[in-house]
């Protein structure tokens, strides 16, 4: 990450706009903790078949399969797989992982279902988030989201976590591609109102989010959430309430 991170330098970016005009948010990960939300539903949905599985082998999986370490979402959004088609694929990997077999075929979309119904339960938004958005409205600046998905699954995914103040909503579907493609992230500041280059674009992945905001005219910014923090750079945010500031300051 820090290679990327200082090839895109985010914050620099963000310094050479004169006043922001508009905000738009990746979802998942940066708005909402999907993470979190995956693992507890995979540990709920394993614990019967994981019960002689070590806890720390099953945490282990149970991280890998929330950060796709199949790489089967990306596939989903090549249009290789269909969305049930990509998380079989981190299943069976899950249960390949411990050595034991996966349910069968037949039994995968009844896992997948008994997922979704669990997991939609835990999805929440950060604790920064709210305080953000009240931020920005109280220096009546617009923002939205633009995100990888189903633009009606993650318009869902907004209300069950309590974000439905969130009104502006490009998913990867309406767009007609996904991030790094310019299309979204021009269809979110145009449904925003705001100029290209005035706009920033804030996300949790270097190369979807950040360079491909930058590569769309927009100005890309990293937020990384994980507790270790790889990189010590001040051009990555830890937190959206540095957004905040650094909005303030311009």
């Not at 002689?52 to 890998?64: G, I, N, Q, T, Y």
């Not at 991030?179 to 979204?184: G, V």
Request: hydrophobic residues 40%.
């Amino acid at each position: 990450m820090n290679n990327a991170t200082n090839a895109l330098n985010p914050t620099h970016a963000v310094f050479s706009v004169a006043r922001v005009e508009g905000v738009l948010f990746d979802i998942d990960d940066t708005l909402v903790d999907l993470n979190t939300a995956s693992i507890q539903g995979f540990h709920h949905l394993t614990a019967e078949d994981f019960r002689e599985v070590l806890d720390s082998k099953r945490e282990h999986v149970a991280r890998d399969y929330a950060d796709d370490g199949a790489g089967a979402y990306e596939r989903y959004m090549a249009g290789e797989l269909t969305f049930l088609g990509q998380r079989a694929e981190r299943i069976r990997r899950a249960y390949a992982l411990v050595g034991l077999e996966p349910p069968p075929p037949e039994a995968l979309g009844i896992w997948s279902a008994r997922y979704e119904d669990v997991v939609q339960e835990l999805w929440a938004p950060f604790p920064d988030v709210h305080d953000c958005l009240d931020a920005l409205d109280a220096l009546s600046i617009p923002y939205g989201a633009v995100s990888n998905n189903v633009e009606s699954y993650q318009r869902n995914k907004l209300r069950l976590a309590g974000l439905e103040r969130i009104q502006v909503l490009v998913g990867s579907d309406t767009a007609g591609a996904p991030k790094p493609d310019p299309r979204p992230f021009h269809a979110g500041c145009t449904l925003l109102g705001t100029k290209f280059a005035a706009t920033l674009y804030v996300g949790d992945n270097p190369v979807h989010d950040v360079q491909g905001a930058n590569a769309a005219g927009l100005r890309g910014i990293l937020v990384d959430r994980a507790t270790d923090h790889k990189s010590d750079s001040p051009e990555i945010l830890q937190n959206l309430g540095s957004l905040v500031s650094i909005i303030r300051g311009n």
